[in-house]
């Protein structure tokens, strides 16, 4: 998939391993979930963020996680690793912005490049340091390119808001 195609094969094979061992039983996340906070918090952060994330941001993404079920979880990873849309990617054909940080752990630089080539007339944005959650890192530069995005798909859109 490409939230894995960037990784060496070996490393593939053991974050594909890691995935099923999860989804053979939902109570795994909650063993997951006890762990010290401190491990948590750096998992959180080594997934999430590149170098310099707030005490809040790394406090919101893990809130979030902990809203989910186990269930809900472990169906949501299952989905995540069984996706793979490369084949129809040259089918889209709506306007596309690929966001992506220069230092996103979880779908690299090299799956979003790979995505902006495959979908007809799709943008890229690199934001330098951010990690997979870009738009929360850099809304100085995700913002302004949505702005541009939503003003060209919808050319009325800047008289009905002033």
Request: aromatic share 6%; hydrophobic share 40%.
């Amino acid at each position: 998939s490409l939230l894995l195609h960037q990784l060496p094969g070996a490393a593939q094979r053991g974050l594909r391993a890691f995935g099923e061992w999860l989804l053979a039983d939902p109570s795994r996340w909650g063993e997951l979930r006890s762990l010290s906070p401190v491990v948590t918090r750096r998992v959180v952060r080594w997934v999430g963020f590149a170098p310099g994330a707030s005490p809040t941001q790394l406090r919101y993404l893990g809130s979030f996680e902990k809203s989910y079920s186990s269930p809900a979880l472990t169906r949501l990873l299952g989905s995540l690793l069984a996706l793979d849309l490369r084949e129809t990617l040259d089918r889209l054909e709506v306007p596309t912005l690929i966001v992506t940080g220069a230092r996103d752990r979880l779908i690299g630089r090299r799956a979003s490049e790979f995505m902006a080539t495959r979908i007809p007339g799709a943008e890229l944005l690199v934001a330098e340091r951010s990690g997979h959650m870009t738009i929360m890192e850099r809304p100085d530069v995700v913002n302004p390119a949505l702005n541009g995005l939503l003003r060209r798909c919808l050319p009325g859109l800047e008289s009905a808001t002033g």
